[in-house]
């Protein structure tokens, strides 16, 4: 149970969400949650746990079966679309429209019906454009978009509707890694310089934990545990509930077994070093500052050098890959090979 | 950046494109009031139109034919492209239409039943009452719309949509050829040549019925700009941008209902033109704001019946073509060239 503080924008007590009242159709049972301003909070769940339903619920597209919503810090009772904005994973068509035309349609609340914008719009829609770093997109068709600028342009809609929460379901999904890690990025910073209250629904268990403020984690018992990223890894809270096959969550990397049955002593400093280990682990040498074979990084004018020396042998590689190669040419006693769930496997 | 910003001018060609569609209006209207099966001197058009007695019957023909002609094309006109406007973006399909989708069958079902039906039922509208006939065409366009709509809340995809419009069209024209069967010969002609599609048989008094119904459709459809321009990015955005879905969706399926039915029920259903003018005028100013295409759509309508009426006078010969034949002339092109501009972009 997250606290209550002053500034909690939404806050739901006994929230109970699903198709209808029977136990198997139930998606969350009685959800005591809280969404304070300043807060980019992550929610995780396996797909089909009801995370998009619970988004919508809260933003009162759609009723809770029971339980109650409040916005404790709307002390003056303003209107539901000038407190919550969203980013949907519904799909977008248009045929002959802007990019600006499309984010100022975040001032819509505030318009009345001759849908004309003041200065003062304008501004927060030029404040929306900078925060997303969409400048230069403006001019451009909604349809010569790429998946990842769509996104960012329809966070810039949401936040020139200006509301203190921005609720959003799956706004990475299909983004390779660069655009994932900028649409995260914009939205930690627009909850801390903009003070909002941020809800991400997303998969990506990696860029949550380096995100996020606060991990709202769906569990199989229709409930929602909630903390800090680094307290739901040590009390492994994530652990259980995702059921890592091989990833380990206290490294933030994949766990390879040592299957080479041969030892390395590494030798060097700083990310080559990182690297380096990363391409040994991954094919399966175990790293040993006893080991025959020594593989010492060397700096020689700018240029890169893997020195692999044994007693019996000494090799120059000019890349990572060519040392692997090396390696594996090398007459080595195979291990037994390791048992299931634990090798060959990745984070998802 | 800034500069960006503020020399930002999405709309800098907008005054120039209504403009030119203001003033095509203006000229489409003077050809099709100067162009008819009676030649009359140009000196003599321009004074009769000031209702100078002198002119006699050149007045007459003017004032009685012509002129009432012309006016249906523009309300027509105007009322079948900002209804197709409106389908368009309801259903967020761009083959969406009138006659595409059965409305102006339902409203034919509905006029086929007061026309045709008063030799074979005991009830029937008696008379070719123009209020009557329009509450009927109304009624049935806006059943059809109705059972669309629900239809498009079980279907996603776009062609589903236009088979079922072309099947609840031919369920009522199944109706309607069982009418014709049953009824008396001067009935069913009467009945063929309103299906041609026609806008020459209305009479000052249907105009003014037509013209208070099409003003009250078109100043719901205004009244709609708000909700019309976020319909496209779906339900859930709609609401959560503030806006009240369910109570505009009964807008919008009224004012569409209401002027195609009424335009069905004077000038027969006339067909395309409510597919093809909102693509005409989306390609002369590309935009998406209904504040604007509203209108635009409106003018464009007229011009396009205008056109299509005066090219069915034949120039220079005194023979008629039925209005149809030319609207599916020039709108059936359109549609083919939305579906593979639609395909190519997918």
Excluded at chain 1, 1 to 27: F, H, P, V, W
Excluded at chain 1, 79 to 99: A, C
Excluded at chain 1, 195 to 208: G, Q
Excluded at chain 2, 204 to 211: C, G, Q, S
Aim: charged share 15%; with cysteine.
């Amino acid at each position: 149970m997250q606290r209550e503080a002053a500034d909690t924008c939404i806050k739901t007590e006994k929230l109970t969400l699903g198709y209808s009242n029977q136990e198997k159709d139930l998606l969350f049972y009685e959800l005591n949650l809280c969404l304070n301003g300043g807060e980019l909070v992550c929610f995780m769940g396996s797909n089909g746990i009801g995370k998009s339903t619970l988004i919508r619920t809260l933003a009162g597209l759609q009723k809770p079966l029971s339980g109650g919503i409040s916005f404790p810090a709307n002390k003056s009772g303003i209107e539901l679309e000038k407190w919550i904005s969203l980013v949907l994973t519904d799909r977008i068509i248009t045929s002959s429209m802007t990019v600006y035309e499309l984010i100022s349609f975040g001032r819509y609340p505030f318009l009345n019906w001759k849908l004309a914008l003041a200065n003062d719009d304008k501004r927060i829609i030029e404040e929306a454009i900078q925060a997303t770093r969409t400048e230069s997109l403006i001019h451009k068709s909604v349809n010569e978009l790429s998946d990842g600028q769509m996104q960012l342009v329809m966070i810039a809609r949401a936040l020139a509707q200006d509301t203190p929460v921005i609720l959003l379901d799956e706004p990475t999904a299909h983004l390779d890694l660069n655009n994932r890690v900028e649409i995260m990025r914009v939205l930690r910073n627009v909850a801390k310089t903009m003070n909002k209250a941020i809800l991400v629904a997303t998969h990506e268990l990696d860029l949550a934990l380096q995100m996020a403020d606060i991990l709202w984690l769906a569990t199989p018992d229709k409930q929602i545990e909630v903390g800090t990223p680094e307290d739901l890894v040590l009390n492994e809270t994530l652990d259980k509930i995702f059921r890592l096959k091989g990833f380990d969550l206290k490294t933030g990397k994949v766990n390879h077994a040592p299957f080479r049955n041969r030892e390395i002593n590494l030798i060097g400093t700083g990310y080559e070093f990182l690297w380096t280990k990363n391409a040994l682990d991954r094919e399966g040498y175990s790293i040993d500052v006893l080991a025959q074979i020594m593989i010492e990084i060397v700096y020689d004018q700018n240029k890169l050098e893997w020195r692999i020396t044994s007693s019996s042998f000494t090799k120059n590689a000019l890349s990572i890959a060519e040392m692997l190669d090396f390696l594996a040419k090398l007459p080595y006693e195979p291990k037994p090979f390791p048992p299931p769930g634990q090798v060959y496997l990745s984070k998802s | 950046m800034n500069r960006s910003l503020s020399t930002l001018n999405i709309k800098a060609g907008l005054p120039y494109g209504l403009g030119f569609l203001v003033f095509f209006f203006l000229v489409c209207f003077l050809i099709n009031v100067a162009i008819g099966s009676v030649d009359i001197p140009f000196l003599a058009i321009v004074s009769s139109l000031f209702r100078d007695a002198s002119q006699g019957i050149y007045e007459q023909i003017i004032w009685d034919f012509r002129l009432p002609k012309a006016f249906t094309c523009v309300l027509a006109g105007a009322g079948l492209g900002t209804g197709g406007l409106m389908m368009q973006t309801f259903f967020r399909n761009p083959l969406a239409g009138p006659d595409v989708l059965g409305l102006s069958s339902g409203a034919s079902l509905m006029v086929a039943f007061a026309v045709l039906a008063q030799g074979v039922l005991p009830f029937g509208l008696g008379s070719f009452q123009p209020w009557g006939v329009a509450l009927a065409a109304t009624s049935g366009a806006t059943a059809i719309f109705l059972i669309v709509v629900a239809a498009s809340r079980k279907v996603k995809e776009n062609s589903s949509l236009l088979i079922i419009g072309m099947m609840v069209a031919a369920f009522t024209s199944s109706l309607v050829s069982v009418l014709q069967f049953l009824s008396k010969a001067d009935d069913l002609q009467a009945f063929l040549i309103w299906s041609l599609g026609n806008v020459g048989s209305t009479n000052w008094n249907e105009l003014n019925v037509m013209a208070v119904i099409i003003g009250i459709g078109l100043l719901i459809a205004l009244g709609c700009v708000k909700p019309l321009n976020v319909w496209f990015m779906g339900e859930n955005y709609a609401i959560s941008i503030g806006v009240n879905v369910k109570r505009a969706r009964v807008w919008i399926v009224l004012a569409a209902s209401l002027m195609v039915g009424t335009i069905t029920a004077f000038c027969g259903p006339i067909a395309f033109v409510g597919l093809a003018v909102p693509h005409l005028v989306k390609l002369l100013m590309p935009q998406s704001d209904h504040k604007i295409l509203l209108p635009a759509v409106a003018l464009g309508g007229a011009i396009l019946l205008l056109l299509c009426d005066t090219l069915s006078q034949l120039p220079g010969s005194t023979q008629i073509l039925p209005l149809n034949a030319v609207t599916s002339f020039i709108g059936a092109p359109v549609l083919i060239w939305v579906v593979i501009k639609s395909k190519q972009r997918n």
